[in-house]
């Protein structure tokens, strides 16, 4: 029933591009696994090796902490319609904090220079390994909308505020391995 493949083809394009929600699985040695749900709002698959997505500021950063140490990470998105698949990307990832140049290039090119409230990185993932899977035992779920939480909380709160939760609550991983945040609360 899986089935892997070297890169994305249309199919699983269109696949990706008609989801609501991801996963994204990271971890280094030592460390203790992360997985965390995502909108796809903010998804991109640029192309058939390469996705990006951009990333709120939140309770954690474990992506953020991991890709720098170990670089492994998975993507995983699951169809809840009638038609079952679940989707893999399998590759090495980095993390471009909102700081760095190479974060206004992506965020034009692949964003159309938008971007949420609270943005604080752009994740990357450069996958070899592209794996589908039957998906029959995902149950059927329909999507209602966004939630919009997360964003009001980051518009309700000044550039300085933001970098201070940063500072405070992104700077390391919860078993302790650095961010990019962690030179905010310098």
């Given at each position: 029933?899986?089935?892997?493949?070297?890169?994305?083809?249309?199919r699983?394009?269109?696949?990706?591009?008609?989801?609501?929600?991801?996963?994204?699985?990271?971890?280094?040695?030592?460390?203790?696994?992360?997985?965390?749900?995502?909108?796809?709002?903010?998804?991109?698959?640029?192309?058939?090796?390469?996705?990006?997505?951009?990333?709120?500021?939140?309770?954690?950063?474990?992506?953020?902490?991991?890709?720098?140490?170990?670089?492994?990470?998975?993507?995983?998105?699951?169809s809840?319609?009638?038609?079952?698949?679940?989707?893999?990307?399998?590759?090495?990832?980095?993390?471009?904090?909102?700081?760095?140049?190479?974060?206004?290039?992506?965020?034009t090119?692949?964003?159309?220079?938008?971007?949420?409230?609270?943005?604080?990185?752009i994740?990357?993932?450069?996958?070899?390994?592209?794996?589908?899977?039957?998906?029959?035992?995902?149950?059927?779920?329909?999507?209602?909308?966004?939630?919009?939480t997360?964003?009001?909380?980051?518009?309700?709160?000044?550039?300085d505020d933001?970098?201070?939760?940063?500072?405070?609550?992104?700077?390391?991983?919860?078993?302790?391995?650095?961010?990019?945040?962690?030179?905010?609360?310098?």
């Amino acid at each position: 029933m899986a089935q892997q493949y070297d890169k994305l083809d249309e199919r699983l394009h269109k696949m990706i591009a008609a989801q609501h929600i991801f996963f994204t699985a990271t971890a280094a040695e030592g460390t203790r696994i992360n997985i965390s749900p995502r909108s796809t709002e903010w998804f991109r698959a640029i192309d058939d090796h390469t996705a990006l997505y951009l990333d709120q500021t939140g309770s954690g950063n474990e992506t953020a902490a991991h890709l720098p140490a170990d670089g492994r990470m998975t993507i995983m998105m699951c169809s809840f319609d009638a038609a079952p698949m679940i989707l893999r990307l399998y590759g090495k990832g980095d993390v471009i904090p909102y700081t760095h140049a190479d974060y206004a290039t992506l965020k034009t090119n692949y964003f159309d220079g938008r971007e949420p409230a609270g943005a604080r990185q752009i994740v990357r993932l450069r996958f070899d390994l592209v794996q589908t899977s039957c998906g029959y035992g995902v149950p059927h779920f329909a999507y209602e909308s966004e939630r919009d939480t997360l964003t009001k909380w980051a518009q309700d709160r000044s550039p300085d505020d933001m970098r201070a939760y940063r500072a405070k609550k992104n700077a390391k991983s919860i078993d302790g391995l650095p961010t990019w945040a962690a030179s905010e609360a310098e």
